[in-house]
Structures are given as structure tokens and as C-alpha cells.
């Protein structure tokens, strides 16, 4: 069972650059959501979905798109990647939006923008 | 590379002794919170729980504690041991259903004393 894995752990983009960061998990997990994480800032919320076709958005959702076409995947695209985009981002499911239960979270993907 | 934990708050304590986390949550109408910890280079990892219909759980060497009235969340962590070194998050959630969302504190460091 490998939970909430996500790729890549390490990326370097230069300014303006497009790039997908992968999130699967294998725990049928209805709730998936995107959070950054900036130093002193604890996790913010992207956006998220409450199943398969719906997605909403948190509360930093400018300069990403997320889409969820299947349970197990959902990815996040940067169109053109800022500096201010550096940070590292956290994938997370959990098992309903109609129960609240615990979220599980993926390794992290540490993005650096030039 | 750059620690989440820089800048944030700091609780030293002795190995052996007891911790006391402490976090005060934003919206009246929670009514779930989580602990998580988070060590270096991972992503957080769930603690324990508990739901606003209740002041008190307990875990293995976790204790949270809730007060309503003042929104006011804790952790204590016993015989606090040198594993136990790491960022530690309360989340609130609100919302139901769809509108259901997960937000973080900023994080405390706790960081044991040999």
C-alpha cells in the first residue's frame, strides 16, 4: 500500500516555465487537495476535489490548474511558473468530504522557480 | 536547503519531560480538529484527532485537549523523547460537505534537549 505518492521530489523550472506535478494515491480516497508550504507560513490550501470531475479552489489557487479525470489521480499544473512559486507542495486525500477523517499526505515536491 | 521550521515558534524541552503544544484556531463553527508532526524533508503525518462534540482524547503519550469557548486547541506529548523533535500543526476543519476544508496553523517547532 503506498498512500499518497507524489512526483517528482525535486524540480528546478525557469521563469515562465510549464510543468505538472503528479499525485496518485491507491486508498480510493474520495478528498484530494493541493497545499504549499512556505517557510513560516504553515499549509495553504491550492485546491482540492471532492471526487472524480469536480475540483474547487482553496485559498491560493492563482497560477494553478488541477483537473481529476480518475479517483486515484490528481495532478497539478503550473502554466508559467514565478519565482513566487517557489515552495514546497504537499498532496494530500482522505477517505470522504462527507465524513471528516484525517488526511494523509504525500512526501512533497520541493519546486524552485529562476 | 531552507526548513520549513525557520521562523516559526519554539518549544525546548528537557528529554523525559513533558510537552505542551498549544494552538488557537480562527472559526467558532469548527467542528474537527487534527494534529499532525512533521520531521524534515517529510510530509506531515497525522497524530491524533478529535471532533467539537468533545474536550478531550487520548492517544499512545498524546493527549489533545479542546476548549470551545476560547478556541483554543493543545497537544501534550509525555516523556517527551528526541523522535519526538519536529514541526507540529493543528487543522481545523469547517464547512460541510463540498464546502468542507482542512486549514493549518503556521506550526511550532518542538525541539528536544538531550
Known amino acids: 500500500n503506498a498512500g499518497v505518492t507524489q512526483t517528482p521530489k525535486f524540480q528546478v523550472l525557469k521563469t515562465g516555465q510549464s510543468m505538472t506535478l503528479q499525485c496518485a494515491q491507491d486508498?480510493?480516497?474520495?478528498?484530494m487537495s493541493w497545499y504549499r508550504q512556505d517557510p513560516g507560513m504553515g499549509l495553504r490550501l491550492i485546491h482540492y476535489?471532492?471526487?472524480?470531475?469536480?475540483?474547487d479552489q482553496g485559498e491560493v489557487p492563482n497560477g494553478y490548474n488541477v483537473s481529476r479525470s480518475t479517483t486515484e489521480d490528481f495532478p497539478l499544473r503550473l502554466l508559467s511558473a514565478a519565482p513566487s512559486q517557489t515552495s514546497v507542495y504537499f498532496c494530500?486525500?482522505?477517505?470522504?468530504?462527507?465524513?471528516?477523517?484525517?488526511?494523509?499526505f504525500g512526501q512533497g515536491t520541493r519546486l524552485t522557480v529562476v | 536547503g531552507e526548513s520549513v521550521g525557520l521562523h516559526l515558534p519554539t518549544l525546548s524541552v528537557q528529554e523525559g519531560d513533558n510537552s505542551i503544544i498549544n494552538c488557537a484556531y480562527s472559526?467558532?463553527?469548527?467542528?474537527?480538529f487534527i494534529w499532525y508532526k512533521q520531521e524534515s524533508g517529510k510530509g506531515p503525518q497525522f497524530i491524533i484527532d478529535?471532533?467539537?462534540?468533545?474536550d478531550k482524547r487520548q492517544g499512545q503519550r498524546v493527549t489533545v485537549l479542546l476548549n470551545k469557548t476560547v478556541k483554543h486547541l493543545s497537544l501534550q506529548i509525555a516523556a517527551t523523547q528526541p523522535g519526538d523533535s519536529a514541526v507540529y500543526f493543528c487543522?481545523?476543519?469547517f464547512g460541510t460537505g463540498a464546502n468542507s476544508k482542512l486549514t493549518f496553523g503556521k506550526g511550532i517547532t518542538l525541539s528536544v534537549r538531550p
Open positions: 494530500a486525500s482522505s477517505y470522504s468530504w462527507t465524513v471528516n477523517t484525517e488526511a494523509f
Open positions: 478529535i471532533r467539537s462534540n468533545m
Open positions: 486508498m480510493n480516497h474520495e478528498y
Open positions: 487543522a481545523e476543519n
Open positions: 476535489s471532492v471526487g472524480a470531475g469536480i475540483t
Open positions: 472559526n467558532s463553527a469548527s467542528d474537527y
